[in-house]
């Protein structure tokens, strides 16, 4: 669809409405996105006849690629919650870097498990192991959530083999291992930016709650002795970790097999197969079913499985609404005509990809779709900006994540999956630490920017 001035107009309301609705008039968010969602396919001028085919597509869409991964996460993290496998691992790492580096521990977390690993599976994955931390160390949640997701949306928007910088640099002719050894160094300046405000006094004052995680209670002093709260054994921190860990590698192998074997290799197939996220996860599943052993019985493993569905389920649904209106937004091509307005002004070259992408980035809500769309944007400028494919890419994959906020279904996932927090509140544990984040990469994509040229 052509998009023009009246597209960005609709765009705007689009979004005021949201937060209007959803913290003035306390309409519940699934409701609210998708009454937005409908509303906005009118105003872009979308056919009556195809408004509810568009909304239902980008829902269904998202809870396609998403759905299954949040139930299986969701799952395990229950088992570790009940049966103190949240304890385990949140002593372990503990004891191992004690209190006052929690937050630079769920930072590296995230900052590696995200360079092959979704954003979003990497939340569900990861954020038992934050709130558990948050309830052991007696550091609020916030703190620790917001170093998590800093370092997870960091090199998943800047460091290949993750789909989107990986596509981009395909686009642009960017030499793949150059853009991962640069994309590490500028993903750690956005990693340590969102790590430095989340765990801000400022942000710790104003939200000192730490997690609510059964079974876990805070450590005193450098006391970490454990306790069983049933008097059951507790799991063994080999499976607590490998219930987390596992899934990690297998969809790792996967990532890396597809950039070294041939696509019609027998085993890519294989790999394939087992590093899906659904089969990974449903391996970690099975892991923590096992780390449950001194607690399973039929009735148990139901109460288990009842209680993942009941959390996923409000999560996929708003991931889903979210979706939708993120749909939509794409579908009108706003982002698009916003990309071509910032080639058009006179900036320092290495800013024009960047902003491109920023654009993209708060009016379709997704990393992956921004990269994309940027790279194709910029590719016919490239011989006019002079820049160097690599940092061309760089600088699209800086903007790809800012302000992530109301119409991306990892905004959503992030709290859902960690206490319900109030969307006043994630807008500053997730929208303003990405689009801190995001400038203070692009500041060193343009210091590199000076110095490289190939």
């Not at 299954?68 to 949140?90: F, K, M, P, R, S």
């Not at 297998?250 to 996220?277: H, K």
């Not at 024009?352 to 910029?378: E, H, M, W, Y």
Request: a neutral charge; charged letters at 10%.
């Amino acid at each position: 669809m052509e998009a023009g001035f009246s597209s960005l107009i609709v765009m705007i309301a689009c979004l005021i409405g949201l937060l209007v609705m959803i913290m003035k008039f306390k309409i519940h968010p699934v409701f609210t996105l998708i009454i937005v969602a409908i509303f906005g396919a009118i105003g872009f001028g979308f056919p009556l006849e195809e408004v509810f085919t568009l909304v239902t597509g980008g829902f269904g869409s998202t809870i396609g690629s998403i759905g299954i991964v949040i139930i299986l996460g969701t799952t395990i993290g229950v088992i570790l919650e009940d049966t103190g496998g949240a304890l385990v691992l949140a002593n372990t790492i503990l004891k191992f870097v004690g209190k006052r580096h929690s937050k630079l521990a769920m930072a590296l977390s995230g900052y590696l498990v995200s360079i092959p690993v979704f954003s979003d599976s990497a939340i569900v994955i990861m954020s038992p192991v934050a709130r558990a931390l948050s309830a052991r160390s007696g550091l609020p949640l916030v703190a620790l959530l917001g170093a998590l997701n800093g370092g997870i949306l960091a090199t998943h928007t800047m460091v290949p083999p993750t789909p989107g910088p990986l596509a981009a640099a395909g686009t642009l002719g960017a030499d793949l291992g150059f853009l991962i050894v640069l994309g590490l160094i500028s993903s750690a300046a956005y990693t340590y930016v969102a790590t430095l405000w989340c765990g801000s006094k400022y942000m710790t004052n104003k939200y000192p709650g730490l997690a609510k995680v059964a079974n876990v209670e805070t450590a005193i002093g450098d006391d970490y002795t454990l306790s069983s709260p049933d008097g059951k054994p507790l799991p063994s921190a080999l499976l607590a970790f490998g219930s987390i860990l596992v899934p990690v590698i297998l969809i790792c192998v996967n990532s890396f097999a597809a950039m070294f074997l041939d696509s019609a290799s027998e085993a890519l197939r294989y790999l394939t197969f087992i590093g899906d996220p659904v089969f990974a996860l449903f391996m970690g599943v099975l892991i923590a079913l096992i780390m449950g052993k001194d607690r399973f019985s039929k009735v148990q493993c139901n109460k288990w499985f009842n209680n993942a569905v009941d959390r996923s389920g409000f999560i996929i649904l708003a991931t889903g609404a979210a979706g939708a209106f993120g749909g939509v937004l794409k579908a009108s091509g706003v982002g698009t005509y916003l990309g071509n307005l910032i080639t058009q002004t006179p900036l320092p070259e290495v800013f024009v990809p960047f902003l491109v992408s920023l654009l993209l980035s708060v009016s379709n809500g997704s990393a992956t779709v921004s990269l994309l769309t940027g790279s194709a944007i910029i590719l016919p400028l490239m011989p006019s900006l002079g820049l160097s494919p690599v940092i061309a890419t760089l600088a699209i994959a800086a903007g790809s994540s800012f302000f992530y906020h109301a119409n991306g279904s990892h905004f959503w996932v992030v709290l859902k999956c960690n206490d319900d927090i109030p969307i006043n509140e994630g807008y500053e544990v997730v929208s303003v630490p990405t689009a801190l984040g995001s400038v203070a990469a692009m500041i060193v994509v343009w210091i590199m920017s000076i110095f490289i040229h190939i």
